[in-house]
């Protein structure tokens, strides 16, 4: 029993050293980077802008998507409208939660400003009953970014 754990325990990592897979994303196979312009805000909500940005970068900037401010491609995004809506709970003294759903455009434009690509997105975000909507606005943020992202990720410009 001994030697064949040891065998196995010998050969696992033989095996994973002669494996093809490769679990790094080499920079390859059609992933575009993007500059980042800022985003246009056609909403009440006061910080919508520049939440969305910051969503943006990092999200762009952990998929390895983020280019410096002279990139061949330039991602725009404009916040266009937000709705908002008690979400009630069960018990009579629990306090309602609202949700914030936000609507951003996404276009990618090229150097000289040509439109390549565009997009809606939607999502939302969670906020107490005495809270404001944008308490809600970074969770909202946050998954459009990543759903911009993911359709970026795949698209073939």
């Given amino acids: 029993m001994s030697r064949i ?3 196995i325990l010998l050969l696992l990592p033989v095996s994973l050293a002669a494996c093809g897979y490769s679990f790094v ?3 390859g196979g059609g992933a575009h980077t993007f500059s980042l312009r800022p985003s246009t805000n056609g909403t009440t909500l006061i910080e919508g802008g520049m939440t969305l940005d910051n969503e943006l970068e990092r999200t762009l900037s952990s998929m390895g998507m983020l280019s410096p401010e002279n990139g061949e491609h330039i991602l725009h995004c404009t916040l266009s409208s937000y709705s908002s809506h008690a979400v009630t709970s069960q018990s009579l003294s ?3 939660r609202y949700r914030l759903t936000i609507r951003v455009a996404a276009r990618v434009l090229d150097a000289q400003g040509k439109e390549l690509w565009k997009m809606s997105f939607s999502d939302h975000g969670a906020y107490p009953e005495r809270g404001a909507e ?3 606005l970074e969770e909202a943020c946050r998954g459009v970014s990543l759903q911009i992202a993911r359709a ?3 698209v073939v410009l």
Avoid: V
Wanted: hydrophobic residues 35%; negative net charge; glycine residues 14%.
């Fill in 5 to 7: 754990r040891s065998l």
């Fill in 25 to 27: 994303l080499d920079g």
């Fill in 94 to 96: 629990s306090d309602d």
């Fill in 134 to 136: 944008e308490d809600g």
């Fill in 152 to 154: 970026l990720a795949a």
